[in-house]
C-alpha cells in the first residue's frame, strides 16, 4: 500500500529523529581517528565459540584469538611491522629503501631487480606475512619484492601485486636447503643485490617477541589473566614462542599447545611425525626443518592434524560461528575442540584463529576444489545419509524421450505417467537434456511454444551426471551446480560385435527429490533403532 505522506518520526533539520524513552543504546566508544591503517595491526578481539561448543559437547569456555581482524588480515602482520620498526630504529632501513621477501607473486628476474637504483632489503616471510610486509611497506613507501612457493594460493598474489608488491616463484617440490627453495633463492639475491638486507622471520627475535609484547599480552588482558590452554598452529614457531615465553611468566598452570600438520617433521617426540603423508594443502603452518626461533621447551604438547579435517573445521567456523577464517585457523581449532573436551566448567582453552578466508577463495572455501582434493564429503561427517549407495535407494522413476518427439507427445506421455519431467535422449542414446511438463505448459500458454515444435526447443541443458554406484553425498554435491542430475550407469555393450560403453539413464533427480530420498533413508534407520532397541523383528512392529 502506497503511502501519501511520509513516514512519521524521520529525522528533519527542525524536528530530531523520535527516540523512545525506554531505549537504552549507548554509542560505543571507538578510538580517535587512525595516523595510517598500521595501528589496526593487533588488538584483535577474542571472540566465544558458541555452536561447536554444543555440537562437540564441551564444557570449558572455548575463545578464539581472531587475528583476521587485522589490517591485512593475518598475525603476520604483528612481525611484519615490528620487524621493519625494529630495522628502521637499526638505521638498515631508510627511505628509498626496497624490501624483499619469500612468499608468492609473479616472477622478477634478476636483471629487473638489479636495475633499481636503490637499496634493497631482502625478507624471508610465510605466504601471510608477505601480505603484512606488502601493507607495511605500502604505507612506510618502500618498494617490496616477494619470494613464495608456487603453491600459495592466487589470491594472495593479487592482493600482493595491488599493493605495489614484485614476485618471485619457486617450485614447490624444492627441498628447504636446495638453491630454489624460497629461502634459499632469498638468501642468494641478498648476495647479488647490493645493499639488500634479509630480515628472516625463521631467526629474528623479532618474530617471538612481536606476539610477547602484543598477543600474549593482550590474551592475559581479555581473559583477566586466567587462561587453562592455548592452542596455535606452528609455522616458523614464532607466534607459539612469544605467547609461550609471557605465560610461563604471567599464567605458568596454562598449558601450551602446539599444532603440526600431517607430513611436517616439527612435532616432538619424533614419533607423532612418523606418517606416509609426505605433502598437506594447508598453507602458514609445519616445516621439514626446525626454525631457530622455535623454543620447544616452553610447549607442553603437540597436536598433529590433517588436511580432511582441518578444511572441514575450517568450513564449520565459518558457517556455525562466521568466523572468515582460513585453513589452518581449521588445524588449530580441531587441536583446540580435541583439548577443550578434557577441560572442565570453569576452564578456559584459547585458540589462535590465524588468517582470512580472502586468501583461499579458490581452494578450500570452492567445492569443486574440496571435491577434487577428496575433502568435501568430510564436513558432512554428521549427515548418516552422505555415504549411503544411490543403488541402495528407490529412486524416482524416469521417462526418456526421443530428441525428434513432439512438445504435445511429450505432454502426453507425462501425464500418462504422472511424471513432471522426461530425459532426453538423441538417436545414439546420448544425453541431451531435461524437459519438465510445468515449462512446456506455460510456454505454450504463454504463446511462446506450439505444441507441434520439436522438444528440442524447450531442452534444460544446465544438468549433471552422477554414477547409480555414487552416493547420496554426491548428488546433494552435484545439486549445489545444477537443478537437475541424471542419474546413469556405465555399461559395456556387445551386442554390436565391438566393446563399447554406453550410458543407462536410472533416474533424474531434483532437490526436492534427494530430500524424499532423505527422509526415506532416515526412517529406514530410524525404523531399525526401534527394532534394535525393542528387540522384536521389525514385521511385529508394523500394526
Given at each position: 500500500m502506497e503511502q501519501d505522506h511520509p513516514p512519521q518520526g524521520l529525522w528533519s533539520p527542525e524536528v530530531p529523529p523520535f527516540k523512545p524513552p525506554q531505549s537504552n543504546d549507548v554509542v560505543k566508544s571507538s578510538?580517535?581517528?587512525?595516523?595510517?591503517?598500521?595501528?589496526?595491526?593487533?588488538?584483535?578481539?577474542?571472540?566465544?565459540?558458541?555452536?561447536?561448543?554444543?555440537?562437540?559437547?564441551?564444557?570449558?569456555?572455548l575463545l578464539?584469538?581472531?587475528?583476521?581482524?587485522?589490517?591485512?588480515?593475518?598475525?603476520?602482520?604483528?612481525?611484519?611491522?615490528?620487524?621493519?620498526?625494529?630495522?628502521?630504529?637499526?638505521?638498515?632501513?631508510?627511505?628509498?629503501?626496497?624490501?624483499?621477501?619469500p612468499t608468492s607473486g609473479n616472477t622478477v628476474t634478476h636483471d629487473m631487480m638489479r636495475s633499481q637504483k636503490v637499496e634493497l632489503s631482502f625478507n624471508i616471510?610465510?605466504?601471510?606475512?608477505?601480505?603484512?610486509?606488502?601493507?607495511?611497506?605500502?604505507?612506510?613507501?618502500?618498494?617490496?619484492?616477494?619470494?613464495?612457493?608456487?603453491?600459495?594460493?592466487?589470491?594472495?598474489?593479487?592482493?600482493?601485486?595491488?599493493?605495489?608488491?614484485?614476485?618471485?616463484?619457486?617450485?614447490?617440490?624444492?627441498?628447504?636447503?636446495?638453491?630454489?627453495?624460497?629461502?634459499?633463492?632469498?638468501?642468494?639475491?641478498?648476495?647479488?643485490?647490493?645493499?639488500?638486507?634479509?630480515?628472516?622471520?625463521?631467526?629474528?627475535p623479532g618474530n617471538p617477541l612481536a606476539h610477547y609484547d602484543t598477543?600474549?599480552?593482550?590474551?592475559?588482558?581479555?581473559c583477566g589473566g586466567q587462561v587453562d590452554a592455548l592452542v596455535a598452529g606452528c609455522g616458523t614457531g614464532g607466534t607459539i614462542t612469544g605467547i609461550?615465553?609471557?605465560?610461563?611468566?604471567?599464567?605458568?598452570?596454562?598449558?601450551?599447545?602446539?599444532v603440526d600438520p600431517e607430513g611436517s617433521t616439527m612435532a616432538e617426540p619424533k614419533e607423532l611425525n612418523r606418517t606416509s603423508v609426505t605433502s598437506y594443502e594447508v598453507e602458514g603452518i609445519g616445516h621439514q626443518f626446525i626454525p631457530a626461533v622455535?623454543?620447544?621447551?616452553?610447549?607442553?604438547?603437540w597436536i598433529k592434524t590433517n588436511d580432511k579435517e582441518s578444511f572441514a573445521m575450517a568450513r564449520k567456523l565459518i558457517r556455525m560461528e562466521g568466523l572468515l577464517c582460513g585453513g589452518?585457523?581449521?588445524?588449530?581449532?580441531?587441536?583446540?575442540?580435541?583439548?577443550?573436551?578434557?577441560?572442565?566448567?570453569?576452564?578456559?582453552?584459547?585458540?589462535?584463529?590465524p588468517d582470512t578466508v580472502r586468501n583461499y577463495m579458490s581452494k578450500f572455501l570452492s567445492d569443486g576444489w574440496m571435491e577434487?582434493?577428496?575433502?568435501?564429503?568430510?564436513?558432512?561427517?554428521?549427515?548418516?545419509?552422505?555415504?549411503?549407495?544411490?543403488?541402495?535407494?528407490?529412486?524416482?522413476?524416469?521417462?526418456?524421450?526421443?530428441?525428434?518427439?513432439?512438445?504435445?507427445?511429450?505432454?502426453?506421455?507425462?501425464?500418462?505417467?504422472?511424471?513432471?519431467?522426461?530425459?532426453?535422449?538423441?538417436?545414439?542414446?546420448?544425453?541431451?537434456?531435461?524437459?519438465?511438463?510445468?515449462?512446456?505448459?506455460?510456454?505454450?500458454?504463454?504463446?511462446k511454444l506450439q505444441l507441434s515444435d520439436p522438444v528440442t526447443k524447450v531442452i534444460y541443458k544446465w544438468f549433471n551426471k552422477v554414477n547409480l554406484n555414487d552416493t547420496l553425498g554426491k548428488i546433494s554435491q552435484a545439486l549445489t551446480l545444477s537443478h537437475f542430475v541424471i542419474i546413469v550407469e556405465q555399461i559395456q555393450d556387445n551386442d554390436s560385435g565391438e566393446c563399447e560403453k554406453c550410458e543407462v539413464v536410472h533416474s533424474a533427480c531434483t532437490f526436492m527429490d534427494l530430500m524424499t530420498l532423505i527422509t526415506a533413508e532416515a526412517t529406514k534407520e530410524n525404523q531399525a533403532a526401534d527394532v534394535k532397541s525393542s528387540g522384536k523383528p521389525l514385521w511385529q512392529l508394523i500394526q
Open positions: 578510538p580517535k581517528i587512525f595516523p595510517n591503517v598500521l595501528a589496526q595491526i593487533g588488538n584483535t578481539p577474542l571472540i566465544r565459540i558458541n555452536n561447536i561448543v554444543k555440537e562437540y559437547g564441551i564444557k570449558c569456555e578464539a584469538k581472531c587475528e583476521f581482524f587485522s589490517a591485512a588480515g593475518s598475525i603476520k602482520d604483528r612481525i611484519a611491522l615490528r620487524m621493519i620498526e625494529d630495522a628502521e630504529k637499526k638505521g638498515i632501513l631508510k627511505p628509498g629503501v626496497v624490501i624483499i621477501e616471510f610465510s605466504e601471510k606475512k608477505g601480505l603484512g610486509l606488502g601493507l607495511v611497506a605500502a604505507v612506510k613507501g618502500y618498494r617490496c619484492i616477494i619470494v613464495m612457493p608456487e603453491k600459495m594460493s592466487s589470491e594472495k598474489a593479487d592482493v600482493l601485486k595491488s599493493l605495489g608488491v614484485e614476485i618471485v616463484r619457486t617450485p614447490d617440490a624444492a627441498n628447504y636447503n636446495g638453491p630454489d627453495s624460497h629461502i634459499q633463492v632469498a638468501w642468494r639475491l641478498k648476495k647479488e643485490i647490493p645493499n639488500s638486507y634479509v630480515f628472516d622471520q625463521y631467526q629474528n598477543t600474549a599480552e593482550e590474551i592475559l588482558e581479555q609461550a615465553w609471557k605465560f610461563k611468566e604471567k599464567c605458568p598452570t596454562c598449558q601450551i599447545i602446539a622455535l623454543d620447544r621447551k616452553v610447549i607442553d604438547k589452518s585457523s581449521g588445524s588449530a581449532m580441531c587441536a583446540a575442540v580435541a583439548v577443550a573436551k578434557e577441560l572442565n566448567e570453569g576452564q578456559r582453552c584459547v585458540v589462535i584463529l577434487q582434493k577428496g575433502f568435501l564429503h568430510v564436513e558432512n561427517d554428521q549427515e548418516s545419509w552422505w555415504d549411503t549407495p544411490i543403488n541402495q535407494m528407490k529412486l524416482p522413476t524416469v521417462q526418456t524421450v526421443t530428441s525428434t518427439i513432439s512438445c504435445q507427445d511429450v505432454i502426453q506421455i507425462l501425464k500418462v505417467n504422472s511424471l513432471a519431467n522426461a530425459v532426453v535422449v538423441d538417436s545414439s542414446g546420448t544425453i541431451q537434456g531435461i524437459v519438465t511438463l510445468g515449462n512446456i505448459e506455460s510456454l505454450v500458454k504463454d504463446g
